[in-house]
């Protein structure tokens, strides 16, 4: 074996893997292309197509289709969102500590205000 090989197969073993896409990322392109279909439907529509009783079918598959897309859509990022809280006694604390420490600087900043109005 020479250099030249143990250089290639150095060089493919060390070539860098993408990622897998995770599923939550997969989920939600999908319901992002589902809900998007259903806008582009809909916005085809004509209102005096809408009379015609036969045509209703497509417009309320679309209505259906794109509502629970946007539901799913709108629960999956909740849920990413409340993974992502850090959590624990000390996520617990800093929370507290944030949601006393807004009020009182608003206090502070209020009192402030008066007292230059005062002084003005």
């Not at 617990?92 to 807004?102: G, Y």
């Given at each position: 074996?020479?250099?030249?090989?143990?250089?290639?197969?150095?060089?493919?073993?060390?070539?860098?893997?993408?990622?897998?896409?995770?599923?939550?990322?997969?989920?939600?392109?999908?319901?992002?292309?589902?809900?998007?279909?259903?806008?582009?439907?809909?916005?085809?529509?004509?209102?005096?197509?809408?009379?015609?009783?036969?045509?209703?079918?497509?417009?309320?598959?679309?209505?259906?289709?794109?509502?629970?897309?946007?539901?799913a859509l709108a629960l999956l990022r909740l849920h990413q969102a409340r993974r992502s809280r850090p959590r624990g006694l000390a996520a617990t604390a800093a929370r507290l500590r944030s949601q006393i420490r807004r009020p009182l600087e608003r206090t502070q900043l209020r009192r402030a205000r008066g007292r230059r109005r005062i002084i003005a």
């Amino acid at each position: 074996m020479g250099e030249a090989d143990v250089e290639a197969l150095l060089r493919g073993a060390l070539r860098p893997v993408e990622p897998q896409e995770s599923l939550a990322e997969r989920l939600e392109r999908r319901l992002v292309g589902v809900r998007s279909a259903a806008v582009d439907e809909l916005a085809d529509w004509e209102l005096r197509a809408l009379r015609d009783p036969r045509r209703w079918l497509r417009a309320l598959i679309a209505v259906i289709c794109g509502a629970a897309a946007a539901t799913a859509l709108a629960l999956l990022r909740l849920h990413q969102a409340r993974r992502s809280r850090p959590r624990g006694l000390a996520a617990t604390a800093a929370r507290l500590r944030s949601q006393i420490r807004r009020p009182l600087e608003r206090t502070q900043l209020r009192r402030a205000r008066g007292r230059r109005r005062i002084i003005a």
